[in-house]
């Protein structure tokens, strides 16, 4: 699983969950509390995102994320 491929879904969730255009850019390195998400929206972005790549990530690692990139980062990780 290529990182490109995992942020391109991270970035599907987040714009769905914070009515971003796609003309907007999102950039990896921020939080995803920088586009405005709440706890909720943070927990569909992360659920919708292992659903999609088919990847189960235990809750206390879920954590220590610091931005979108690191998510991505996680999601690659349990990948294998």
């Keep these: 699983m290529e ?3 995992v942020l391109q879904v991270i ?3 987040v714009r769905r969950a914070a009515a971003i255009s796609a003309d907007d850019n999102i950039d990896p ?5 920088d586009y405005g998400l709440n706890s909720l929206d943070i927990v569909e972005v992360v659920s919708g995102s292992m ?5 189960r ?11 979108i990139d690191g998510l991505a980062d996680k999601l690659i990780q349990y990948s294998n």
């Design 29 to 33: 390195q921020k939080k995803l509390i």
């Design 3 to 5: 990182k490109s491929q």
């Design 51 to 55: 659903r999609e790549l088919k990847v």
């Design 57 to 67: 990530i235990p809750r206390t690692e879920l954590a220590d994320i610091q931005n």
């Design 11 to 13: 970035e599907h969730h």
